[in-house]
């Protein structure tokens, strides 16, 4: 048995979007024998690309069913059956999320017309719905409904039925059911991971940490690591049971939590600035050069981009005045930035022109006194070169607000 589906959401940013039409047909290999078609109040607005593409705009689903009043029909036509559609991931994400809002962890086997058109309709120019219908014939009356895409898909699938002659089909169905756990494991690790800068901890089942890293975002990189084919994956793949993760805020904040917790992560910085004839160069720097560069940089583009900062602000375009930014020397400051969460901020504690801790706060009272300042701080166990390059960077592109170490 199958049910053939496809949905419509509203636009918003990944992982918050919400479903604005469904379509399913209940297909058991020869005719329909169930169909659901309904309009959903998102309970949020309909971007206005999607109110062009669909047609559906937020005045037509005000009267709509929400989703939780049409959770039991969808649970009742697709029960023991395989769900089908085209770009089927996009479908099963949106029923997943939705179902998850309400506590509720929807489980179901799926199948993709896309790699099945490919197998048994080669050499077309596109696989997207509308294009494929068109190439075959197949009718497609209301592109980006979804009762027209989702009958556009039925039908499509009926074709596929009929020209699988090696049961391809079939094969496909087996292939699905020997990677369910693995698809499963992957969604449920993942999922609940957030788009944000933070530390990666993957864990095994006995809760041994067996990866760690600092990365830019938790979800991307987390699903990057699992959808990858190298080698060096394959181990971690296997292995990780559960993944555990720490906002950061910052670079720099990260870069601090990932010493403290004993985690190195060196990236070599390979490039430096220095000021010759009257102007600042970037340049790859040599293990025999007795010039030390002005700051050094990871990459020649993180370079390109700190020059072409300095061009723009004519106070540092002279040496005296830059070396003077970015001068540590006997500062006793408190920096304070973004934190990990909104209303939080972060810091940094600087004594004698060197780091010696940083932490976070919520209400600015508490990093008036050096006592309550102290009692917030992590210790920074070293200061090493690496970080002292990346107070002058963060100094240079203002990244932090100054203000002087409160003496008691």
């Known amino acids: ?60 689903v005000i009267t709509a069913p929400k989703f939780h009043e049409i959770a039991k029909r969808v649970v ?59 190439s075959i014939g197949i009718p497609l009356s209301e592109a980006h409904r979804a009762s027209g895409d989702a009958r556009a898909t039925l039908d499509l699938f009926k074709l596929l039925i009929i020209k699988d002659n090696n049961n391809e089909i079939i094969q496909s169905q087996q292939e699905e059911n020997h990677a ?29 940490i067996i990866y760690s890293d600092v990365v830019e975002d938790l979800y991307k990189s987390a699903k990057k690591i699992f959808d990858s084919d190298k080698s060096k994956y394959k181990k971690l793949q296997d292995e990780t049971e559960k993944i555990s993760y720490e906002l950061t805020g910052t670079d720099l904040i ?27 160069i970037l340049e790859k720097i040599r293990k025999t050069q007795e010039e030390k560069p002005l700051l050094r940089f990871k990459s020649f583009t993180q370079g390109l981009k700190a020059i072409n900062y300095i061009k723009s602000k004519d106070e540092l375009k002279d040496l005296i005045e830059f070396t003077q930014k970015i001068n540590l020397k006997k500062r006793n400051e408190i920096w304070s930035s973004s934190g990990r969460t909104l209303g939080e901020k972060s810091f940094l504690v600087l004594e004698k022109g060197k780091l010696i801790g940083f932490g976070f706060y919520e209400l600015y009272h508490q990093i008036q006194s050096l006592d309550k300042i102290k009692k917030l701080m992590l210790p920074v166990s070293r200061f090493t070169q690496e970080l002292q390059n990346d107070l002058q960077l963060a100094l240079l592109r203002n990244e932090f607000e100054v203000s002087l170490l409160p003496e008691k």
């Not at 609940?192 to 864990?203: K, S, V």
């Open 180 to 208: 369910k756990n693995y698809i499963n494991k992957v969604q449920l690790l993942t999922e609940d991971l957030p788009n944000e800068r933070g530390i990666l901890y993957f864990q095994n089942n006995e809760g041994k």
């Open 76 to 134: 009742e036509i697709t029960q023991d059956s395989t769900l089908v559609g085209h770009n089927i991931d996009f479908d099963y994400r949106m029923l997943r999320q939705s179902f998850k809002r309400l506590g509720y962890e929807f489980k179901i086997n799926t199948l993709d017309t896309i790699p099945l058109a490919k197998k048994l309709i080669p050499d077309e120019k596109s696989y997207s719905l509308s294009k494929l219908c068109k």
């Open 254 to 280: 990260a870069k601090l939590m990932m010493q403290n917790k004993g985690i190195q992560k060196r990236q070599p910085l390979t490039f430096g600035l220095f000021y010759r004839k009257n102007k600042f």
């Open 1 to 60: 048995m199958y049910t053939v589906i496809d949905i419509e959401s509203n636009g918003a940013p990944f992982r918050k979007e919400s479903i604005i039409e469904i379509a399913i047909y209940r297909f058991d290999g020869h005719e329909i024998t169930d169909q659901f078609i309904s309009l959903v109040n998102p309970e949020d607005e309909i971007s206005s690309f999607v109110q062009k593409l669909t047609g559906i705009t937020s005045k037509m």
